[in-house]
C-alpha cells in the first residue's frame, strides 16, 4: 500500500487537524489554518508525507498570529498565503525555499524580522509590500528580477541590499518608503520600472548604473531629500516628471551626451544645476530649465558620495 494510500484509509478523527491540506504526488500542501495559536509551528510531515508547499492564502488573515515557523522541506510560500496577519511579528523561512508568491507577506504590519535564505530565486510582486515595521530586507543573490511594488509603503525601511544577480528592478517597486537612505544599485540592472523609487523621501544620493537607457516615468519623484544623481552614458531619454518636487536637489551629473527630455523633468527642483562632461554635444547654457555647467572633479566626488542617513 502507497504512502497516499495509508493516508486515504486513516479514520476521520485521526485526520484531524489545525490545518487543511491536500495531498499530491505523495506531498503536503498546507491549504488553510483554521486554529487560533498565536505562535504556530507547521509540521513538517503530516501522515508520514512531507509538508512541501504553502498554499495560497493558506494563513491569509489569520489575525492571532505573531510568530510561525516553516519546516525545512518546504518549497513554495504560495500567493497571499500570510497576506494581512497584520500582529505577525517574526517568520522564519528555511533554505529549501526557492519561492515566495505575490502579497505573500502583504500588511503584515507588525513585521519587524524575515530573512530570505539564498535559496530563494523568485519574489513575486508586492510580496512584503506594506509591512509597516519592517526595516530592512537583504535579497537573496540567485534573484534576477525584483517585481514590481516588492517593497511599497515599507515606511520604517532604511536599508535594502539588492544583489549583482539583480537586472530588473520593477514598477514602484520600492515607492512610499520615506526612511529609505541606503541604496545601492548594481551595474548589471539594465531597467528601472516608473516610480521604482517615488517618495523615497531620505535617500540623498543616487547613482543609476550603466546599461539604463530609459529614466522612466515618476523614478524619483517627491524624493525631497536628494541633493546629488549621476547618470551614465548608457542614458538616452529621461520620462516625464523623472525628478519631479525634489525640492533639494543640487546637482545631476550626465556623463554622457543631452538625452531627451519628457515633460516636468525637474519641476520644482529650482535649486538643481545640471553638469556636464567636455566633449559631450548637445548641451545649452540650459536644459530642462536648469542652469548647466561643466562637470567638475569636486562635482563628481559630491555625485558619488554614499547616500546620508535621514
Known sequence: MSVLEKWLSLPARVLQSPFSYTARHDAIVITRYRGSADQVVIPAKIHGMPVTRIGDRAFDRCNSLTRVTIPEGVVSIGECAFRKCFDLTRVSIPPSVVHIGGQAFFSCYDLVSVEVPESVVRIESEAFADCRSLASLTVPPRVVSIENGLLRRCSSLTRLDIPRSVTRIGEGAF????????????????????????????????????????????????????????????????????????????????????????????????????????????????????????????????????????
Open 175 to 310: 515607492a512610499s518608503c520615506p526612511r529609505l537612505s541606503q541604496v545601492t544599485i548594481p551595474d548589471g540592472v539594465t531597467d528601472i520600472g516608473h516610480e521604482a523609487f517615488s517618495d523615497c523621501h531620505c535617500l540623498t544620493n543616487i547613482r543609476i548604473p550603466y546599461g539604463i537607457t530609459r529614466v522612466m516615468k515618476g523614478l524619483f519623484r517627491k524624493c525631497t531629500r536628494l541633493e546629488h544623481a549621476t547618470i551614465p552614458e548608457s542614458v538616452t531619454s529621461i520620462s516625464d516628471g523623472a525628478f519631479h518636487c525634489c525640492t533639494s536637489l543640487k546637482g545631476i551629473y550626465f556623463k554622457g551626451n543631452a538625452p531627451k527630455l519628457g515633460t516636468g523633468v525637474f519641476t520644482c527642483a529650482n535649486q538643481a544645476t545640471v553638469y556636464y562632461l567636455p566633449g559631450t554635444t548637445g548641451w545649452g547654457s540650459s536644459f530642462g530649465g536648469r542652469p548647466t555647467a561643466r562637470w567638475l572633479l569636486s562635482a563628481h566626488d559630491a555625485a558619488d558620495a554614499p547616500a546620508g542617513n535621514c
